[in-house]
Structure formats: structure tokens, C-alpha cells
């Protein structure tokens, strides 16, 4: 198994088409409205496209489920709130191809091992609950009933809750993430990981240390009127689209921006708006005034040195560049900071950033000269070894400019799946706080642990030394999105049972445990009817706004159930006569969500008057000390400097440090295609992007097949076989190639220090000539 399993699944694949065209340098216009209704109309037809996409994000329909970006104010929005990715996103969920019982007749698991994500996800909707019996080679289908019974039995045998584990995706509304939490605490762990430990973990963090609160500190108008805008670590134009609509309102309103990242990525570079005329017939708005060409990871020494710079620049403009009065007032370390990075060796920050000292100056003072500043960041800022501690020094420049509680300024982590950050406003988290535990323990009259659970990674190391006998998942695709993906699959591989509460077919159906269960659920898209009648849900965006999501559309199957409803189900087949669980009526819940959400509003904070609040278009926003009032609630109680020790992240003799990204052409391990559009690369997904120098230095040529290695702490050699080369403009000594499929080289437990999220953007790897010829 092992290595061999992983490579099974990815024989089939034929890069051979590969083209390389010039990396574009603007983002979304024409091709991208066109793109999105040519998906679309492929996968769900015409008139259901139409229907649709004029749905997304509007006050009367459903929150798209491809990003966490905010919707404008109800009056702003455009008839057509949606982008090129949300209309792929929902043309996967609406589609009309659908993995019946027949499919699953048709292909034995030894089979769909070899099929690789693509190939698994274009199956379409599951439409009916599926059961892999022990030593059977098909799943076949199950009731309702029949899956929740097993669920009951396998989890019933365990020797202790902990045995379980409860992992959750971010695309949970609030009310089944509310619901799952109950359960899993009730049945008495809180081995809750979620897709949040591999993602924003490092923000939550890190923010939580110094600010008080671990959630962006600005509003969308805030965007749009600030004056300098830092991008670090991001690539909207296809992961965050609609984010460029406000950057260009930024721009209208005499604001710059700064992108910051080793790739010159197209979105950050213009905008075309497809939803004005003049996007569309000019060449739309040039976003970045300057752009930072770092090196991976050198993020921590960029914004040291800028902090470094800026007391200079107070120095020598007579106390006029900080905000003297706020950093006395409102913060704590100062000193310790100032001395910190005065002591700052620019050798250093050059060896980290790979800048020179003359550009970093140049921002630091475009940093000085603005009235406000915000800054945004995203991945490739928390998926570093030192992440937490490079957050720390992001909000330190924050601090010293006032820049936290005013308009136009503020930190804004961009968070990824669309609900994310709500799910863990509910409790998913295998570390909720004791205030949390106790305020569930008392609306439902039990008591919740306290002791904290596994994340993902420690969920992992569990599984892997046999702690762990049950895994369920709501949503996601645990098997595929996590490192080290060989070991992971051999875990999989050992547990009793594996449970998936999924839409659609993935790798976390094929690689399974010794009995498995597929729970088909309702999408967004779709009308959630249950006995009170048609039921709403909820969500919370990137920058804490709460509203309503309904589906319009009928649902992929009759045999679907909510997400809600299917946990409700287990819960009261798992709990029935255990002792110590919530007193509640499942099935009460089940019939009508506003009784969940008037257990939410007891439970959690800044949910009083939820459903009346709901009612409002466009919702409502959660407190934030820090943006709303200037308050702090950290251990000092003010906003806290910090002094981290710089790391330089070298390059080892001879390897490279590989970030492994997305394509414009997926989301997270769905794959819609295999075109990277705006980065110029089409038809292959097997590639390695290099600075051309590396090539020169291997005697490598575009479209030359290499194999990927790695070498972990562990001093176990991981290999990737079968990648096309490809010369992109990036620093030296830096590589890139997309995930999932280069998840086999992660060694589990390479994290980053304190938030224990997995170090995506930085593996070293070296480069070897393919040594056994791929089929063409
Ligand atoms: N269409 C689509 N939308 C999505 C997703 C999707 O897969 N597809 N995924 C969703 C999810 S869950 C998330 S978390 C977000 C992810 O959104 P992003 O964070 O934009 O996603 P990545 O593709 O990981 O891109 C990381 C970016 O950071 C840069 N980078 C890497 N390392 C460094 C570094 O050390 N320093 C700096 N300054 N930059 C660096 C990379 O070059 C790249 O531009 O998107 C969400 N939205
Ligand atoms: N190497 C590397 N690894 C990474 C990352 C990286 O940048 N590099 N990024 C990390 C990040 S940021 C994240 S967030 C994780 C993502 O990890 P996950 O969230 O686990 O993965 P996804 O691919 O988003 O999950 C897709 C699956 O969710 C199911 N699904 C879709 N819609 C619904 C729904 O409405 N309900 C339910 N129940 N199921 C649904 C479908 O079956 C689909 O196959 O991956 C992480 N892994
Ligand atoms: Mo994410």
C-alpha cells in the first residue's frame, strides 16, 4: 500500500497535452463571464443556469458557496452578485449528472482506487444513502435508518468517545455545525477538527494573542475607502473574485495597493470588471502600485523591516509617522518591539524577502503617507512554519500607524470556505473555551467535556498509532486535502467505520475504513423543506456579517436529506440511552431550525434576536471589540506588541521549497478542469512551476518530466512521480505546483509552530529526471 495506493490513483492521468501560453496580467473580464456560463450550461442547461446564478448572493436566495468574501449592502448589489468561481462552484453542486446506486453497481472500490479527483467528482450527485459492508467490493445502497443504526453500533463499541473523530468542512451552515457540535460533545468528545486547522488556524491564532479577537477588524466599505491597501499571501483573482470589485472601488477612491507574493498572479495585477461597461471595453483598472516579489515565507522580515523603517521615518519627520497617542493609550510592548527591530540586520531581511532594502523603504513610507491602511493576507501567509508569529508582525505595523478601529483601516485575514469562520463561531473546535462549554453545558443540562481534542493533525497521528476507530465527516474531503497523503490513507484504511456526509463522490468515499457509509445531503442550491415547512439556514463572512441562505432548487434526489436532518438522525439513534448527553429533541430540532437557532442565541455571543436579525436583508453583524470600540480583550487587555525572533527560511543546498497552490481551475480538491487560465497553463495539472534559472541549472526544459521528492523531519523520502516543467517568473529557489496532488510529499507534523496547520508553502523538495518513462 502506501505509496503504491496514492500513485494508483494517479496512473491515469496524461499530462502529455500540456501548453504553457504567457501568464495573463488581468483578471476576469469577458472570457470569465463567458467561462461561467459555458460551465454552467454543460453541467446544469440553460434555463437552470440563467435561474441560478441570478440567485447567488441576492437577500431572497442562497450564500455562495465558493468563497467567504462579503456581499455589498442589499441596495449595492448587482443583479448578478456572482463570479467566474461561485458560477463553477454552483454548477458543480446543480449539476445534472447524478452517481446512482448504478454507478456504484458499475465500478467496484478496487476500481475507483485508480480513478483520480477529477475523474470522481465529474460523477455528479450522490442521490442515495450507500453502505460498504465489511470485505464487500461495492457499495451498495442502505436506509436511512439502516446507516444510523450502524452508526450507532460502531461508535456504541467503542472503549472510549475519544476513539472518534468528528472532522467538519467549511461549507456547514451554522445551524448543522451548531447541531454537530451538540452531538459530538454530547456523545462526549471534543475531537472536533475542522478544514480551519489546515487553513485561517494561524489568524485565529495569532490575532487572538494580540488583538483579542481572532477575525478580520474591518467592513467592506472600510475596503473601499481605504487608502493603501497591503495584499499579502493571496491570489483573489481566483480565489476571492469578487474582492476585486472593491479593490477597484478603492482605486475610484484614490487608494493604492501593494501586493505582496513570489507570483506576479493576474488578479493582483488588473481588474476587468465584467459587471461594468467600462471593464468590459477598456482595459479595466490597474490594482497593484507596487508589487513585492518575496520569497517564500520571507513575509515575517518584510514586516519587521517595515515596522523598522517606520519608527525611523517618526524619527526624522519630528513624531509625525506613528500614532503616538493610540500606541500609548491602547497598546503594550512598544519598547521591547522598537528595540526589537531597530537591531534588525538587513542582510537578513534581504537573505528572508530576497528584497531590497530600497523597495521596502518605499512602502514603509507609502505606509507613513496614508491616512489608513489595511491589510489583507490569506495562505500564503498561514501555511508556514512561522506563521503565527509573522500574523504577530503584521499587526505590530497595524498597531504603530493606529491603524485597527477607524475607517478604512484594519487587518482582514480573507477567509476561505464560505461558512468557515461560522462554523467555529458554533463550536467547531476541538478547543472551545471553558465560558462556551459551560453555556452549552447549562442549556442542555449535561456536562460537555472540557479536555481539549484532536485537530487535524493530531486526528492524524491518532489514527496512525490506532488510537482512533471511527471517523466521520461533514462535508469535505478529509483523505485528500490532509498531508502526507500515502500514511493518511493507510489510516483510513484501518479504521472500523468511515462515515461521509457528502454531495458529491470523492477520494475520502474509495479510500475507506473496514465498513463505510455515504450520507447524501442537500446543497445550498437547493429548497430544505422539513415538517414546519420550507427551512432557512445561515452563514458568517469573512468580515462577521450573519444572514440567511435559501435554496430555490428542487433537491438532486428525493432520497437527499439537510445536512441538519442527517445529523439529527445519528444523534438520536447514537445517544439513545447513553448517559451525560444533551437533554433535547432531535428530532424537534430536525422539524424546524429556528428552535436551533434559539438554542444558538442562548449558547453563543452576539446572537440575541437571531431570527428577527435574519429577517433583515443582508443581515447582521457580530461585535468585534477591536473594530467597533478600540478595545482589546487580550491578556493585557490593550493591543499587544510582540517580539518575535526573525526566521530566515533557507533553501536547502541543492532543493528547492515548493508552495503548493490552487488552479484557477478547482476548489480545494474538486477539480473542474485542468486549465490554470490566467497563469497560462493548460491541460495538465501534473506540473512543477520553476525560475528559469533552476531549469538552467538542472538542464531542464519546459515540458520535461521530473519526479518530486521530499524529505521530512522525519528522514522518510517521499516521491511524487511524473511532473511537467514549467519556467514561470518567481524568486529562485522557490517552486509551485497545485494541491491536492502534492499533498504526498507533506510529512505529517511539519506545522507551523503554535497553530499546528500544515506547512503547504514551503516543502523542500529536490528535482529528479523521471527515471521510468509515462505512457504518452
Ligand atoms: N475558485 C476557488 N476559490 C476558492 C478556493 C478554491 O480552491 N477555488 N478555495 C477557498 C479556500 S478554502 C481558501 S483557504 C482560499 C485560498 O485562497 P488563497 O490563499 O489565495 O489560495 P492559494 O492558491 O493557496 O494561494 C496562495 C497565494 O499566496 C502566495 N504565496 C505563497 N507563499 C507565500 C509567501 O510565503 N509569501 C507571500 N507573500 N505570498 C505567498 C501564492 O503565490 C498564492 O498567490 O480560497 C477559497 N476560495
Ligand atoms: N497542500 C495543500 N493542502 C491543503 C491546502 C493547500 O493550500 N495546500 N489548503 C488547505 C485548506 S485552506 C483547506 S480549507 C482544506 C480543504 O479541505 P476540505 O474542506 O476537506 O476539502 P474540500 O475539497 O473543500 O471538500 C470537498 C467535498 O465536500 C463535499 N461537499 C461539497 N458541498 C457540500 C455540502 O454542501 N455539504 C456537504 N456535507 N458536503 C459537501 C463534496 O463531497 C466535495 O467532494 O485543504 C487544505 N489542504
Ligand atoms: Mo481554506
Not at 442562497?62 to 467566474?84: I, N
Not at 445502497?141 to 467503542?158: N, Q, Y
Not at 427551512?535 to 456579517?545: I, Y
Amino acid at each position: 500500500m502506501g505509496d503504491d495506493t496514492t500513485a494508483r490513483a494517479e496512473q491515469n492521468i496524461d499530462d502529455s497535452k500540456l501548453r504553457v501560453t504567457r501568464p495573463k496580467t488581468h483578471a476576469t473580464g469577458w472570457p470569465a463571464i463567458g467561462n461561467s456560463l459555458l460551465t454552467g450550461e454543460e453541467e446544469m442547461g440553460a434555463v437552470r443556469t440563467m435561474r441560478t446564478l441570478l440567485d447567488i448572493n441576492q437577500a431572497s436566495g442562497f450564500d455562495c458557496m465558493s468563497c467567504a468574501w462579503p456581499d455589498p449592502d442589499p441596495k449595492r448589489r448587482s443583479p448578478a452578485e456572482f463570479c467566474e468561481s461561485g458560477a463553477k462552484a454552483v454548477a458543480e453542486e446543480a449539476t445534472k449528472r447524478r452517481a446512482t446506486p448504478a454507478f456504484f453497481a458499475a465500478h467496484s472500490i478496487a476500481e475507483l482506487e485508480t480513478w483520480d479527483d477529477y475523474a470522481l467528482g465529474k460523477q455528479g450527485r450522490i442521490t442515495e444513502p450507500m453502505l460498504l459492508e465489511a470485505g464487500d467490493d461495492h457499495y451498495r445502497p442502505v436506509s436511512w435508518d439502516r446507516a444510523f443504526a450502524i452508526v450507532a453500533e460502531e461508535l456504541g463499541a467503542l472503549d472510549s468517545p475519544d476513539e472518534a473523530v468528528f472532522y467538519t468542512s467549511g461549507r456547514a451552515s451554522n445551524e448543522s455545525a451548531f447541531v454537530y457540535q451538540l452531538f459530538a460533545r454530547s456523545f462526549g468528545t471534543n475531537n472536533l477538527p475542522d478544514c480551519s486547522n489546515m487553513c485561517h488556524e494561524s489568524t485565529s491564532v495569532g490575532l487572538a494573542q494580540v488583538m483579542g479577537v481572532g477575525k478580520a477588524s474591518v467592513s467592506i466599505e472600510d475596503i473601499e475607502h481605504a487608502d493603501l491597501i497591503l495584499i499579502a499571501g493571496q491570489n483573489p483573482g481566483t480565489n476571492a473574485p469578487r474582492m476585486l470589485t472593491r479593490l477597484e472601488n478603492a482605486k475610484k477612491h484614490g487608494g493604492r495597493i501593494v501586493a505582496i507574493n513570489p507570483l506576479r498572479e493576474a488578479g493582483l495585477l488588473h481588474f476587468d470588471n465584467p459587471q461594468s461597461v467600462k471593464g468590459l471595453v477598456f482595459r479595466g483598472t490597474q490594482l497593484a502600485d507596487e508589487f513585492l516579489q518575496i520569497r517564500l515565507a520571507g513575509d515575517q522580515a518584510l514586516f519587521q523591516a517595515l515596522g523598522k523603517v517606520l519608527i525611523e521615518l517618526d524619527g526624522q519627520r519630528g513624531g509625525a509617522v506613528l500614532d503616538h497617542d493610540f500606541i500609548a493609550r491602547s497598546t503594550s510592548g512598544f519598547e521591547a518591539y522598537r528595540d526589537h527591530v531597530a537591531a534588525l540586520d538587513w542582510a537578513d531581511v534581504e537573505r528572508a524577502t530576497g528584497l531590497p532594502e530600497q523597495q521596502i523603504r518605499k512602502v514603509a513610507g507609502m505606509i507613513a503617507d496614508a491616512k489608513s491602511v489595511i491589510i489583507a493576507w490569506a495562505m500564503g501567509i498561514t501555511q508556514h512554519e512561522n506563521a503565527v508569529a509573522t500574523i504577530r508582525d503584521m499587526a505590530s505595523v497595524a498597531w504603530l500607524t493606529g491603524n485597527v478601529g477607524r475607517p478604512g483601516a484594519g487587518l482582514l485575514p480573507v477567509r476561505g470556505h464560505s461558512n468557515v469562520q461560522g462554523d467555529r463561531t458554533m463550536g467547531i473546535w476541538e478547543q472551545m473555551p471553558d465560558a462556551f462549554q459551560d453555556r452549552l453545558s447549562e442549556e442542555f443540562g449535561f456536562d460537555s467535556p472540557r479536555e481539549h481534542g484532536y485537530d487535524v493533525v493530531k486526528a492524524l497521528q491518532a489514527m496512525r498509532e490506532g488510537r482512533v476507530k471511527v471517523f466521520m465527516g461533514l462535508g469535505g474531503n478529509f483523505t485528500r486535502a490532509t498531508p502526507d497523503t500515502a500514511s493518511t490513507e493507510d489510516s483510513m484504511r484501518a479504521l472500523a467505520l468511515t462515515v461521509q456526509i457528502s454531495t458529491k463522490p470523492n477520494r475520502s468515499h474509495v479510500v475507506h475504513g473496514r465498513r463505510a457509509l455515504i450520507l447524501p445531503c442537500l446543497g445550498r442550491t437547493e429548497v430544505d423543506v422539513q415538517a414546519s415547512g420550507a427551512q432557512r439556514v445561515s452563514v458568517e463572512d469573512t468580515v462577521l456579517n450573519v444572514h440567511a441562505s435559501h435554496g430555490h432548487l428542487p433537491p438532486a434526489s428525493p432520497h437527499l436529506r439537510s445536512e441538519v436532518a442527517i445529523l439529527c438522525g445519528i444523534a438520536e439513534a447514537v445517544l439513545a440511552g447513553r448517559p451525560n448527553t444533551a437533554r433535547v429533541d432531535w428530532s424537534a430540532l430536525k422539524d424546524d431550525y429556528r428552535r436551533i437557532r434559539t438554542h444558538i442565541e442562548h449558547v453563543v455571543d452576539g446572537f440575541g434576536a437571531y431570527e428577527e436579525k435574519l429577517d433583515v436583508p443582508g443581515g447582521f453583524v457580530l461585535p468585534h471589540p477591536p473594530r467597533d470600540t478600540r478595545t482589546f480583550p487580550t491578556k493585557t487587555g490593550r493591543a499587544m506588541f510582540t517580539v518575535n525572533p526573525l526566521e530566515v527560511v533557507e533553501v536547502p543546498e541543492g532543493q528547492l521549497l515548493l508552495q503548493t497552490i490552487r488552479s484557477h481551475d478547482q476548489f480545494n480538491t474538486t477539480i473542474y478542469g485542468k486549465d490554470d487560465r490566467y497563469r497560462g497553463i493548460h491541460d495538465a495539472r501534473r506540473v512543477i512551476m520553476l525560475n528559469r534559472k533552476e531549469l538552467v541549472a538542472r538542464d531542464l526544459h519546459e515540458g520535461d518530466l521530473v519526479d518530486l521528492v521530499s524529505i521530512g523531519f522525519d528522514g522518510v523520502e517521499r516521491r511524487a512521480e511524473g511532473w511537467r516543467v514549467v519556467p514561470y517568473r518567481m524568486p529562485s529557489g522557490n517552486a509551485a505546483a497545485y494541491y491536492p496532488e502534492t499533498n504526498v510529499l507533506m510529512p505529517l507534523g511539519h506545522s507551523a509552530k503554535e497553530s499546528n496547520t500544515p506547512v503547504a508553502k514551503a516543502i523542500p523538495i529536490r528535482i529528479e529526471r523521471a527515471a521510468v518513462p509515462v505512457p504518452a
